[in-house]
């Protein structure tokens, strides 16, 4: 191509553009940005991604062999009762989570805080040996809390783990219960749910009573097991509001502070509601009925009554609380 033929055409786009009337030039962070399909990913914080990316594998690959038979243990006991089922859940939460910030996370230059995390690290590490060592498996999924805020801070810095503060106490809703605690609070649970379930059916016309946690209604008793206390719920709920909450980004503090308090009420009204369920279908269907498929879906009803009120509760305080007028901010 000769001079005169570039400068041509040159020439004929620049024409074209004058008929096509002012344009706007992207500027370069938007320019050098694609769809990573969370939203446009400016230049740099890609490459820095690119940059930590072999020390983030080796960190990843580190983790997954320290903990990969603390996985399989939740997996194969605690992950399959009632109280802990939920584990699963919060776990591909969180690191879904993670996963939508991580060009957040490596946008910047790292500035690692070796101290900071060398000693995080060191109580991960301490916490992860003696309840391995000792079969604690309370320490155990605890420690991973504190070696991937460690981790953080060696590979990026400071400004890293307050972005990724969130995903990493929301782990804490991974930890199981210990026994005693479970106990403690499960006996006063199941009486209390007892007494407003006896209370609400004897006042609308049934002919029920109550010993202890056993409710008798006409020719049946039945117990209050420990899976309708409302632990298990309670701890589920607590965890997929504070995420609803996460999601959504109020700027109202108000706003999110009574929304994770109503939640407790929320599932002891939601309990309530599952075992006058149970209790109904048992005296109008007999016992059968109220042990089988009616069971599981009093399990259903429970979370469709926790998650109809969760979003009651929180237009009302978006109505009546909410101070900054529903701004959400940027996740």
């Given at each position: 191509?000769?001079?005169?033929?570039?400068?041509?055409?040159?020439?004929?786009?620049?024409?074209?553009a004058?008929?096509?009337?002012?344009?706007?030039?992207?500027?370069?962070?938007?320019?050098?940005?694609?769809?990573?399909?969370?939203?446009?990913?400016?230049?740099?914080?890609?490459?820095?991604?690119?940059?930590?990316?072999?020390?983030?594998?080796?960190?990843?690959?580190?983790?997954?062999?320290?903990?990969?038979?603390?996985?399989?243990?939740?997996?194969?006991?605690?992950?399959?009762?009632?109280?802990?089922?939920?584990?699963?859940?919060?776990?591909?939460?969180?690191a879904?989570?993670?996963?939508?910030?991580?060009?957040?996370?490596?946008?910047?230059?790292?500035?690692p805080?070796?101290?900071?995390?060398?000693?995080?690290?060191?109580?991960?590490?301490?916490?992860?040996?003696?309840?391995?060592?000792?079969s604690v498996?309370?320490?155990e999924?605890?420690?991973?809390?504190?070696?991937?805020?460690?981790?953080?801070?060696?590979?990026?810095?400071?400004?890293a783990?307050?972005?990724?503060?969130?995903?990493?106490?929301?782990?804490?809703?991974?930890?199981?219960?210990?026994?005693?605690?479970?106990?403690?609070?499960?006996?006063?649970?199941?009486?209390?749910?007892?007494?407003?379930?006896?209370?609400?059916?004897?006042?609308?016309?049934?002919?029920?009573?109550?010993?202890?946690v056993?409710?008798t209604?006409?020719?049946?008793?039945?117990?209050v097991?420990?899976?309708?206390?409302?632990?298990?719920?309670?701890?589920?709920?607590?965890?997929?509001?504070?995420?609803?909450?996460?999601?959504?980004?109020?700027?109202s503090?108000?706003?999110?502070?009574?929304?994770?308090?109503l939640?407790v009420?929320?599932?002891?009204?939601?309990?309530?509601?599952?075992?006058?369920?149970?209790?109904?279908?048992?005296?109008?269907?007999?016992?059968?009925?109220?042990?089988?498929?009616?069971?599981?879906?009093?399990?259903?009803?429970?979370f469709?009554?926790?998650?109809?009120?969760?979003?009651?509760?929180?237009?009302?305080?978006?109505?009546f609380?909410?101070?900054?007028?529903?701004?959400?901010?940027?996740?």
């Amino acid at each position: 191509m000769n001079m005169a033929e570039a400068f041509g055409g040159e020439f004929h786009l620049l024409h074209n553009a004058r008929r096509a009337g002012p344009q706007t030039h992207p500027t370069p962070m938007t320019a050098s940005a694609h769809n990573s399909g969370t939203g446009l990913v400016p230049l740099h914080a890609r490459l820095g991604l690119r940059r930590a990316l072999p020390a983030l594998i080796v960190f990843l690959l580190v983790f997954g062999l320290m903990y990969a038979e603390t996985y399989l243990y939740l997996a194969h006991s605690v992950w399959t009762t009632d109280e802990q089922g939920h584990g699963p859940l919060i776990l591909g939460a969180s690191a879904w989570l993670l996963w939508t910030k991580r060009y957040e996370l490596f946008a910047d230059d790292p500035q690692p805080a070796p101290w900071a995390g060398s000693s995080l690290m060191v109580i991960g590490v301490a916490l992860f040996v003696v309840g391995r060592s000792q079969s604690v498996i309370e320490a155990e999924a605890f420690s991973q809390i504190w070696v991937l805020a460690g981790g953080l801070l060696l590979l990026q810095g400071k400004r890293a783990l307050r972005l990724a503060w969130f995903p990493l106490l929301f782990l804490l809703f991974l930890v199981p219960l210990p026994g005693a605690l479970v106990q403690a609070i499960t006996l006063p649970l199941k009486s209390a749910v007892s007494v407003v379930a006896e209370e609400f059916l004897y006042q609308v016309g049934y002919p029920i009573a109550r010993t202890g946690v056993t409710l008798t209604i006409g020719q049946y008793h039945l117990l209050v097991a420990d899976a309708c206390s409302g632990l298990n719920s309670l701890f589920t709920l607590e965890a997929l509001g504070l995420l609803y909450m996460n999601l959504m980004n109020y700027q109202s503090r108000a706003r999110n502070v009574l929304l994770a308090i109503l939640i407790v009420p929320i599932s002891f009204i939601s309990n309530v509601t599952r075992v006058i369920i149970l209790v109904l279908i048992t005296y109008h269907l007999g016992d059968e009925a109220g042990q089988g498929f009616a069971h599981d879906f009093a399990g259903m009803v429970l979370f469709v009554v926790a998650l109809v009120l969760t979003y009651g509760c929180d237009r009302l305080l978006g109505r009546f609380v909410d101070d900054k007028g529903g701004v959400r901010g940027h996740r």
